[in-house]
């Protein structure tokens, strides 16, 4: 069972049988990048971060990113030694075998798809707010929003449903679907508004900058108050933490980009080191410009205490930036540029689908992936005659997003995200070791740098910051795998095509490839 291993040459001659289309160069693939990592932490998250960090969420920002920018190093290797889809799950079926690729795999089904319902939770409060602000009209608050979970129970005073998540989730899904190159296209023009709104947005709030705002600088601590989970710097760490896998959602592109061996880790590392630039300015504008202190101490962000304390400080006419569900917007909004505060808003609401959209595709691949080896029904991976795209994954994938999104808040799915994220990040960073070891020889295009200083850290890094998750989000993985484990022995164990001994390359054979598969034009 655990000694199912997919060869790496088998895995790209399966790649080459029944492959997608190549389209993608580095800016294109970089672009990628940066569309889904800038964005969901900032334009969505950093009320959230405010919440259970206060001003030190910067340190956070730099907790999460260094975590990620070790964990890419081991991206990059991988990616560029395998240039196909299926990001961590093709990776660990090559070194680890396929009990654990499936676990990774369904963990990146949670990491995906939850992440890109967040983000459709974050897109719907710009949404609400612009329009408030241009016309005055307000959807009745029980459309706006959904309901609180917690494990006493569903609290529907905050909501029912969150229709406008809802809207804008399907109509990425619809988009995706009619090509990965048109998307790819339509990505690169909102990268570029939203590159220019969050300009703009630390143009006008640094020169404001009032440094009595960065004080209490830590009120949670660095681990929350006593009795708590999930708070404090490096609690916000963990939640923030999906907002820099864009990165992972290039390396599932590899096998859509054109000379992978090197594009692939350009657009990892690159997008990485832009956006953490801009995490940083944005968030010390934020912070300077209005402040960014907790309800209460101890109080988790979506939480129905959390509600409680924000209704109580609205009804007073006061609104901080922790309860702002359009954070950026808000902040220039107080500090007297309204019609700013607007363009944010509408850059929010033109780029923030962006981001939905690089996480649906890096969710619909992995399906993708394990349904050509068999280990999800085959079917999933029809590629539309004319679109070029895998439509049926993609379109089952879009409603299960806007599901949840018009569900559950965007804290909690943030978390939730993240849970599957580290698992995954987690079994990259061991794969690297243990392939270096088991083949030292096979061509390396990227190399990471003192791997065995690198992946450690990565290692360590994200089992630090997933058992500083909210209680919540931490039993969600092993629920989630043991459901998948379930599917996996009723289904994929029998309609595995290693398990059936249907693999077309080996790597002992006389003909099998020694380099990964060249680049097609």
């Known amino acids: 069972m655990f000694g199912r291993v997919k060869p790496l040459d088998a895995i790209l001659a399966t790649a080459e049988k029944k492959s997608l289309h190549r389209s993608l160069g580095p800016v294109q693939l970089t672009l990628l990048g940066v569309g889904a990592i800038i964005g969901t ?60 690729a499936w676990m990774v795999g369904w963990a990146l089904i949670l990491e995906y798809a939850v992440a890109a319902s967040a983000v459709s939770v974050g897109w719907s409060g710009y949404f609400m707010g612009l329009l408030k602000s241009l016309t005055g009209f307000e959807l009745p608050a029980m459309l706006a929003a959904g309901p609180t979970w917690s494990l006493t129970g569903v609290d529907f005073s905050s909501g029912i449903i969150n229709v406008p998540a809802v809207v804008v989730a399907l109509a990425v899904t619809f988009l995706l679907m009619l090509g990965t190159k048109e998307s790819a296209t339509f990505n690169a023009i909102l990268v570029a508004i939203k590159v220019a709104a969050l300009t703009m947005f630390v143009i006008l709030a640094l020169p404001v900058l009032n440094t009595e705002h960065f004080a209490p600088f830590a009120p949670n601590g660095w681990f929350g108050p006593a009795g708590t989970s999930g708070l404090g710097i490096v609690g916000a760490a963990s939640s923030i933490f999906f907002a820099y896998v864009g990165f992972d959602a290039v390396s599932t592109a590899a096998e859509e980009t054109k000379n992978p061996q090197r594009n692939v880790p350009i657009g990892l590392i690159g997008s990485l080191a832009l956006c953490t630039v801009f995490y940083l300015l944005v968030a010390a504008g934020a912070i300077g410009a209005i402040g960014a202190q907790p309800t209460a101490l101890g109080t988790q962000p979506g939480s129905a205490e959390f509600a409680a304390q924000c209704s109580a400080l609205a009804a007073k006419g006061s609104q901080p930036l922790v309860c702002s569900q359009e954070a950026l917007a808000h902040v220039l909004r107080a500090i007297n540029y309204t019609r700013a505060g607007d363009l944010i808003g509408l850059a929010a609401n033109l780029a923030l689908p962006s981001v939905i959209l690089m996480m649906l595709y890096g969710q619909t691949r992995i399906f993708f992936v394990m349904a050509r080896d068999g280990l999800l029904p085959e079917k999933l991976a029809t590629i539309h005659p004319k679109w070029k795209t895998p439509h049926i994954v993609t379109l089952i994938t879009g409603v299960f997003v806007a599901i949840a999104a018009a569900l559950l808040p965007v804290g909690q799915l943030a978390d939730i995200s993240n849970s599957g994220t580290l698992f995954a990040f987690f079994m990259v960073s061991v794969a690297v070791l243990i392939l270096r070891v088991r083949d030292p020889k096979r061509h390396r295009p990227f190399r990471a740098p003192l791997v065995w200083v690198v992946a450690p850290i990565a290692i360590i890094g994200c089992v630090t910051l997933f058992f500083n998750l909210p209680v919540e989000a931490m039993l969600v993985l092993p629920i989630w795998g043991g459901i998948g484990l379930v599917f996996y022995f009723v289904y994929g164990y029998r309609k595995s095509h290693v398990g059936q001994g249907r693999i077309e390359v080996h790597e002992d054979d006389e003909d099998a490839p020694g380099q990964p598969v060249p680049p097609i034009s």
């Open 41 to 100: 932490g900032i334009f969505v998250l950093t009320a959230a971060a405010a919440q259970k960090a206060g001003p030190g969420m910067m340190w956070s920002f730099v907790i999460a990113g260094a975590v990620c920018a070790v964990a890419a190093l081991c991206y990059s290797e991988l990616a560029s030694m395998v240039p196909v889809s299926g990001s961590a799950y093709t990776y660990s079926y090559a070194v680890v075998g396929e009990v654990l």
